[in-house]
């Protein structure tokens, strides 16, 4: 029993050991060798650069993307719509990284249609998904004499070509139109909820609607008050929106 024991303590006290190593190290590498860490001392997340023009589509690409997004989630009394908040920005940035490359996915066949439940069921990335969707749909408004794009067509048009592609009940060259349209609606809502730091979300634009408190690190004090008004404003990753506007 007495080596047991000693046996149990040697190994607690070797787990404390190694595991205060890394601690230390951690505090050291972020700019301080005391913890807690102090505000500012670590290194901050690098954010989206909004001015540095689009990464990923072409302008006849980022035209459609901006057309269709604004009808998604258009501007109104509310507050801004997709468009003013960066989400074609934060597509743009998503479809030119891993995730448009879909670097973490399985990509390999078969490629049989699958069902609503098995998710993403295509041979092409996301990036790829969305190339060769808006060609498709800019060439199915020119066969239908609707226009020369989508981008072009007035408001009430998008919408009513916007929801025959929600049934999928438009003709695309190799393109399951409804998956497309599901994705699409998928990465506006991310976009327009996301943390700024991903380049949509604008001044937090969606979380002010709903009131979401953002990335703020305690909301304790809040918890159990059900029903009254957050009275804070929300925070992003990089802080405030009175903190990083330039």
Same mark, same amino acid.
């Not at 969305?130 to 060609?135: D, P």
């Given at each position: 029993?007495?080596?047991?024991?000693?046996?149990?303590?040697?190994?607690?006290?070797?787990?404390?050991?190694?595991?205060?190593?890394?601690?230390?190290?951690?505090?050291?590498?972020?700019?301080?060798?005391?913890?807690?860490?102090?505000?500012?001392?670590?290194?901050?997340?690098?954010?989206?650069?909004?001015?540095?023009? @689009?990464?990923?589509?072409?302008?006849?690409?980022?035209?459609? +993307?901006?057309?269709?997004?604004?009808?998604?989630?258009?501007?109104?009394?509310?507050?801004?719509?997709?468009?003013?908040?960066? =989400?074609?920005?934060? +597509?743009?940035?998503?479809?030119?990284?891993?995730?448009?490359?879909?670097?973490r @996915?399985?990509?390999?066949?078969? @490629?049989?249609?699958?069902?609503?439940?098995?998710?993403?069921?295509?041979?092409?990335?996301?990036?790829?998904l969305?190339? /060769?969707?808006?060609?498709a749909?800019?060439?199915? =408004?020119?066969?239908?004499?609707?226009?020369?794009?989508?981008?072009?067509?007035?408001?009430?048009?998008?919408? /009513?070509?916007?929801?025959?592609l929600?049934k999928?009940? =438009?003709?695309?060259?190799?393109?399951?139109?409804?998956?497309?349209?599901?994705?699409?609606?998928?990465?506006t809502?991310?976009?327009? @909820?996301?943390?700024?730091i991903y380049?949509?979300?604008?001044d937090?634009?969606?979380?002010?609607? +709903?009131?979401?408190?953002g990335?703020?690190?305690?909301?304790?004090?809040?918890?159990?008050?059900?029903?009254?008004k957050?009275?804070?404003?929300?925070?992003?990753?990089?802080?405030?929106?009175?903190?990083?506007?330039n």
């Open positions: 029993m007495d080596e047991q024991r000693l046996s149990r303590r040697r190994l607690l006290t070797a787990g404390a050991a190694i595991t205060a190593v890394p601690v230390a190290a951690a505090a050291a590498a972020l700019g301080g060798g005391d913890v807690p860490f102090k505000e500012g001392q670590a290194n901050a997340p690098s954010a989206v650069d909004n001015a540095s023009g @689009w990464t990923w589509f072409t302008d006849v690409e980022a035209a459609f +993307i901006a057309a269709a997004v604004a009808r998604l989630i258009p501007a109104d009394d509310l507050g801004p719509g997709a468009v003013e908040a960066g =989400v074609p920005t934060f +597509i743009d940035r998503q479809l030119a990284g891993a995730y448009g490359r879909g670097e @996915w399985y990509m390999q066949g078969p @490629w049989s249609p699958g069902t609503p439940t098995q998710g993403y069921q295509t041979r092409l990335t996301p990036a790829g969305y190339r /060769a969707a808006i060609r749909i800019d060439a199915a =408004v020119v066969r239908e004499s609707r226009g020369v794009s989508f981008a072009r067509l007035a408001a009430n048009d998008q919408d /009513a070509f916007l929801q025959r929600e999928g009940d =438009v003709a695309l060259d190799g393109i399951d139109a409804k998956a497309f349209f599901a994705q699409l609606l998928q990465n809502l991310e976009g327009f @909820w996301s943390d700024p380049g949509g979300n604008k937090m634009a969606g979380w002010k609607l +709903i009131g979401f408190p990335a703020r690190y305690d909301n304790t004090e809040f918890v159990g008050k059900h029903g009254d957050y009275p804070l404003p929300p925070v992003g990753i990089k802080g405030r929106v009175e903190w990083i506007r």
